[in-house]
């Protein structure tokens, strides 16, 4: 349906009250291997485009998000934006689902429209336990929204409105925000059973100067509320914005930072509960920053404790690309490496795609396959990146080790 027909759903605070249109959630599924070859040693690889330019009259889609819900469909959420390709575009949230692995998809959905006013920042919240999985998104950078879906992403709750959360950075800290942002991406369920959002705010709407922080739920989702900053702009760290969370080994959140910084590497932070305490921050010297929103993830054992963490970006490097940019800003050549030591080293590392590469995120299913959603391909090779697609890859560690051992025999030459 062409969007201009579709009702806005953006509601009314009279309508958050309204009762969920959801099934009864069943308990957390056991480990199924929905693709048998993805838990194998074996190498696994197979890509294909989710969201493409073009159709439904979208302009084009970017800032993908991608997660597996608690009985195992995989949602994947996107901004579809309709008259530009810019932040500011006449922007609608879009949703697709798959409930066999990512084979098959329904066709797109428009689940938040809000007439010419942008919807975006997708960001998911899968909390396996409760069997639900929350949607956290803004409108015209200045509303937050939650819409929760309690059967696998088929039907969606009302929004629940959660400014009221960014606003305490205005009352508590003094910060006068003009823009608010969440993800994108995913957040975390934690082990306490604390929801947490990575969201980052600037004073400006050209989106600077910002600041990197999160938001966190104790109720499970039923109010939310302001955490601590983890990064500001100084002149060692410009411009913080899109960040990526992370549950380590040992039950701390490590927070994945986007920065300005001349340097071009990314910020790690950590914080004992994902909103207060966060340690300083520290340039991480294998991570090259493209000055690009990246994918994190985990892999985790049988009893939910993460065992490696994976981080994708546009792995562009230093000095000059194709299209005449510095590396630093070249959209290109997304990666995704592997950790075993919760990010201290980072020492596997596979090219996903060579090509004209942008904004992605990540998800783990419980067979070991790992989805991997990101902006892929240009609509102007000449001009600024403008992704054609959304493409899907699915993989599994066999096939990102493999990447490594290739690595080690060009070393070993």
């Known amino acids: ?208 100067p910002s600041i990197s922080t999160t938001v966190y739920s104790d109720d499970q989702g039923k109010t939310w509320h302001a955490g601590d900053v983890i990064v500001e702009t100084t002149e060692e760290t410009p411009n913080p914005s899109e960040t990526e969370l992370v ?24 914080s004992a509960d994902g909103a207060t305490g966060w340690s300083k921050p520290e340039f991480q010297e294998a991570l090259y920053e493209p000055i690009c929103m990246g994918g994190n993830a985990t892999i985790a054992d049988a009893d939910g404790q993460t065992t490696a963490l994976l981080y994708s970006y546009p792995n562009s490097g230093p000095g000059t690309g194709p299209t005449g940019k510095e590396g630093a800003r070249e959209r290109r050549n997304l990666t995704v490496r592997v950790s075993d030591d919760d990010g201290k080293t980072w020492p596997v590392s596979q090219v996903v795609d060579a090509g004209p590469s942008g904004y992605s995120d990540m998800a783990v299913d419980l067979d070991g396959t790992i989805y991997l959603l990101y902006e892929a391909r240009s609509l102007e090779p000449k001009g600024p990146f403008i992704p054609a697609t959304l493409t899907l890859a699915r993989f599994n560690r066999a096939w990102l080790e493999a990447g490594k051992q290739g690595a080690d025999a060009a070393a070993a030459q």
């Open 247 to 270: 549950e380590l080994s040992d039950g701390r959140v490590l927070a994945n930072v986007r920065n300005e910084s001349k340097r071009h590497r990314r910020l790690f932070s950590i």
């Open 1 to 208: 349906m062409h969007r201009r027909y579709i009702q806005s759903i953006a509601a009314p605070a009279a309508m958050i009250g309204t009762l969920f249109l959801c099934l009864t959630s069943s308990p957390l599924r056991a480990a199924e291997a929905k693709n048998p070859a993805a838990a194998g040693s074996e190498p696994y690889f197979h890509s294909q485009p989710l969201f493409e330019a073009g159709r439904d009259d979208y302009r084009c889609y970017r800032i993908p998000a991608i997660a597996v819900a608690p009985k195992g469909a995989i949602l994947a959420a996107a901004a579809g934006r309709y008259n530009g390709h810019g932040d500011w575009s006449n922007t609608d949230l879009m949703l697709r689902r798959s409930a066999d692995g990512g084979e098959t998809w329904d066709d797109q959905q428009v689940l938040v429209n809000d007439g010419v006013n942008t919807v975006d920042n997708p960001c998911f919240i899968v909390d396996a336990k409760r069997g639900e999985v929350h949607l956290m998104y803004q409108i015209g950078y200045a509303r937050a929204y939650v819409k929760t879906s309690r059967d696998d992403g088929v039907t969606w709750s009302p929004p629940q409105e959660v400014t009221a959360a960014f606003d305490e950075f205005r009352t508590r800290d003094g910060y006068a925000w003009q823009v608010i942002a969440m993800g994108p991406g995913h957040g975390l369920t934690l082990r306490s059973g604390r929801l947490v959002v990575p969201v980052w705010l600037a004073t400006e709407k050209k989106h600077r």
